[in-house]
């Protein structure tokens, strides 16, 4: 069996997949979103409250019976479950009960969710990628390299360090897109459900994923569009939209009712949003805020800083600069369109559909940005799905394209590479602080590479990046200014027993040295496969 394993290339995939995210990780959660999702997955089962006073106003809303609550939905909060369990558990072991008690971060339970949950996730994410791309009809040495690219460059990458839940979304979106497909050319019903099941439950996470059953939608509609003629499909029109719509729907309607039994279960309403009530009681702190308020922001004025042009030109978010792989399969997609397959037309262009939608959605909302975030969380997990197909585009018709398509592709690719592994070195909110002193545009980017220069080098405070801002909070201050990795980061800090520490640099080098064996391994079974 082992053998197997090993000559095979999806199990080395995963490996891979599992080893580089494990050796990412800082066993911080990385954001204070994901860190208030962790406490309500806590509340669950030991009957702490979701939000403690000290917190308001700065975070939570008022609900039922006056109590303070999340404002997220509960999606990510029932993924942790399961990890926070072990990790609270872990985290009474005597071993480390001096550790515990200095009440340092990162923490032991804060590890145990952190790097159990973000692995998993990326395993789960390499798997449905590489299974999607095989049902769209590429190879498997294509297939490998597209989810690799998803995974390695693209923000992707700095999400499975910082653990918002853009990834999770991901994850069940690809699942909703590869087994709806599966069922429209194979008739499988069981594939329907729980592609439908994987949709639905994204809307625990954000009722706003209703736009990516939408995009799912126009996928399969699109596929039947550009490739129906063929014969192709299981079922005639109306009766495929018969059977879609009886599995689907109620399905769908299954998640929805649960969210909104969350939902008034905090707040005693069946039919607002947390946005609702969140932007009333900002109101009420602060009359001068206008009515529409979170949504009081501009779609086109004030230029880049608006809701529209920004995610496009914005410095500080723009798509093309944290995420370049977008503009490389814009490209590909215009070169190329008449030459591709009905289903990776339809693909393409449901995923820019998607994109879109998400930009106007957003456009209006007050942190349309997604605030502290590594480029712009709203709309990046649509952005990395259409960036699936560009890598195995770019060897399929290599020679089509000819030498200078192909080695701008090469260079776009290892540039986003470099990029996303630029993200992960320090803590994500670095730049922000930063720019409250060095201000408005700034190519946050190319910031980060300086920063890593002058971090390296011991030359911070010459270079003028060590602003006030970045001080003001002593927590903050200890996780910016240390290389945002487990071991370095415990060094760092300097509440764990300096054994414990260099015992995790021996795991990361077994770990780093199992990664190359492994990515080797995966290269020479892919050669095999030309």
Same mark, same amino acid.
């Given at each position: 069996?082992? =053998?197997?394993?090993?000559?095979?290339?999806?199990?080395?995939?995963?490996?891979?997949?599992?080893?580089?995210?494990?050796?990412?990780? !800082?066993?911080?959660?990385? %954001?204070?979103?994901?860190?208030?999702?962790?406490?309500?997955?806590?509340?669950?089962?030991?009957?702490?409250?979701?939000?403690?006073?000290?917190?308001?106003?700065?975070?939570?809303?008022?609900?039922?019976?006056?109590?303070?609550?999340?404002?997220?939905?509960?999606?990510?909060?029932?993924?942790?479950?399961?990890?926070?369990?072990?990790?609270?558990?872990?985290?009474?072991?005597? $071993?480390?009960?001096?550790?515990?008690? !200095?009440?340092?971060?990162?923490?032991?339970? &804060?590890?145990?969710?952190?790097?159990?949950? &973000?692995?998993?996730?990326?395993?789960?994410?390499?798997?449905?990628?590489?299974?999607?791309?095989?049902?769209?009809?590429?190879? %498997?040495?294509?297939?490998?390299?597209?989810?690799?690219?998803?995974?390695?460059?693209?923000?992707?990458?700095?999400?499975?360090?910082?653990?918002?839940?853009?990834? @999770?979304?991901?994850?069940?979106?690809?699942?909703?897109? +590869?087994?709806?497909?599966?069922?429209?050319?194979?008739?499988?019903?069981?594939?329907?459900?729980?592609?439908?099941?994987?949709?639905?439950?994204?809307?625990? %996470?954000?009722?706003?994923?209703?736009?990516?059953?939408?995009?799912?939608?126009?996928?399969?509609?699109?596929?039947?569009?550009?490739?129906?003629?063929?014969? $192709?499909?299981?079922?005639?029109?109306?009766?495929?939209?018969?059977?879609?719509?009886?599995?689907?729907?109620?399905?769908?309607?299954?998640?929805?009712?649960?969210?909104?039994?969350?939902?008034?279960?905090?707040?005693?309403?069946?039919?607002?949003? @947390?946005?609702?009530?969140?932007?009333?009681?900002? =109101?009420?702190?602060?009359?001068?805020?206008?009515?529409?308020?979170?949504?009081?922001?501009?779609?086109?004025?004030?230029?880049?800083?608006?809701?529209?042009?920004?995610?496009?030109?914005?410095?500080?978010?723009?798509?093309?600069?944290?995420?370049?792989? /977008?503009?490389? *399969?814009?490209?590909?997609?215009?070169?190329?369109?008449? =030459?591709?397959?009905?289903?990776?037309?339809?693909?393409?262009?449901?995923?820019?559909?998607?994109?879109?939608?998400?930009?106007?959605?957003?456009?209006?909302?007050?942190?349309?940005?997604?605030?502290?975030?590594?480029?712009?969380? @709203?709309?990046?997990?649509?952005?990395?799905?259409?960036?699936?197909?560009?890598?195995?585009?770019?060897?399929?018709?290599?020679?089509?394209?000819?030498?200078?398509?192909?080695?701008?592709?090469?260079?776009?690719?290892?540039?986003?590479?470099?990029?996303?592994? +630029? !993200?992960?070195?320090?803590?994500?909110?670095?730049?922000?602080?930063?720019?409250?002193?060095?201000?408005?545009?700034? /190519?946050?980017?190319?910031?980060?590479?300086? &920063?890593?220069?002058? $971090?390296?080098?011991?030359?911070?405070?010459?270079?003028?990046?060590?602003?006030? +801002?970045?001080?003001?909070?002593?927590?903050?201050?200890?996780?910016?200014?240390?290389? &945002?990795?487990?071991?370095?980061?415990?060094?760092?800090?300097?509440?764990?027993?300096?054994?414990?520490?260099?015992?995790? @640099?021996?795991?990361?080098?077994?770990?780093?040295?199992?990664?190359? *064996? +492994?990515?080797?391994?995966? /290269?020479?079974?892919?050669? %095999?496969?030309?």
């Amino acid at each position: 069996m082992l =053998r197997v394993a090993r000559s095979q290339p999806l199990p080395l995939l995963l490996l891979v997949t599992a080893l580089f995210t494990f050796l990412i990780q !800082s066993g911080e959660l990385g %954001t204070a979103d994901t860190m208030h999702r962790l406490q309500v997955t806590h509340s669950l089962w030991t009957g702490e409250p979701q939000v403690f006073p000290k917190e308001y106003p700065e975070f939570g809303v008022h609900g039922r019976g006056g109590a303070l609550y999340a404002w997220y939905g509960i999606g990510q909060s029932l993924l942790m479950l399961p990890a926070d369990l072990v990790g609270t558990a872990v985290g009474h072991l005597p $071993f480390w009960s001096d550790y515990v008690r !200095s009440e340092e971060d990162p923490s032991i339970r &804060n590890i145990v969710v952190s790097i159990s949950t &973000n692995v998993l996730v990326n395993v789960l994410t390499a798997l449905a990628a590489f299974y999607l791309l095989g049902l769209l009809g590429f190879s %498997t040495v294509e297939s490998v390299a597209g989810t690799l690219g998803l995974l390695c460059a693209t923000t992707h990458l700095h999400y499975a360090q910082n653990m918002m839940e853009n990834n @999770y979304i991901l994850l069940l979106t690809i699942v909703g897109f +590869a087994l709806q497909y599966r069922w429209l050319t194979t008739g499988s019903r069981r594939a329907l459900v729980w592609g439908s099941a994987a949709l639905g439950l994204n809307l625990l %996470t954000r009722i706003t994923t209703t736009m990516d059953i939408v995009g799912v939608g126009c996928f399969l509609l699109l596929v039947v569009r550009f490739g129906g003629k063929d014969g $192709f499909f299981v079922a005639s029109g109306p009766r495929r939209v018969r059977t879609y719509l009886f599995y689907s729907a109620p399905i769908y309607g299954f998640f929805f009712l649960i969210d909104r039994i969350y939902q008034y279960a905090r707040f005693g309403s069946w039919t607002n949003t @947390y946005v609702t009530i969140f932007g009333q009681e900002r =109101r009420q702190i602060d009359p001068s805020l206008p009515a529409s308020f979170p949504f009081n922001g501009s779609l086109f004025h004030g230029g880049i800083g608006s809701g529209v042009i920004g995610p496009f030109a914005a410095p500080e978010k723009s798509i093309f600069l944290f995420d370049p792989m /977008f503009a490389l *399969v814009i490209l590909l997609s215009v070169v190329l369109w008449r =030459r591709l397959a009905p289903a990776v037309r339809a693909f393409l262009a449901a995923t820019y559909f998607l994109v879109g939608i998400y930009i106007v959605f957003y456009a209006r909302y007050i942190f349309w940005a997604g605030d502290f975030s590594w480029g712009d969380r @709203y709309i990046s997990s649509a952005v990395e799905l259409s960036t699936l197909v560009a890598i195995p585009l770019l060897l399929r018709y290599r020679e089509i394209l000819g030498r200078t398509l192909w080695r701008f592709g090469l260079i776009v690719t290892g540039a986003s590479v470099v990029i996303q592994c +630029a !993200s992960l070195a320090f803590w994500m909110p670095l730049e922000i602080y930063q720019m409250e002193t060095l201000g408005h545009p700034t /190519f946050v980017v190319w910031l980060r590479f300086k &920063n890593i220069v002058a $971090f390296a080098l011991g030359r911070r405070e010459a270079w003028g990046l060590n602003t006030p +801002a970045m001080f003001e909070d002593s927590w903050d201050a200890v996780h910016i200014t240390a290389w &945002n990795f487990l071991p370095s980061l415990l060094r760092h800090v300097g509440a764990a027993p300096i054994w414990v520490v260099d015992v995790l @640099y021996g795991v990361w080098i077994v770990v780093a040295i199992a990664l190359v *064996v +492994a990515s080797v391994r995966l /290269f020479r079974v892919l050669r %095999t496969c030309l």
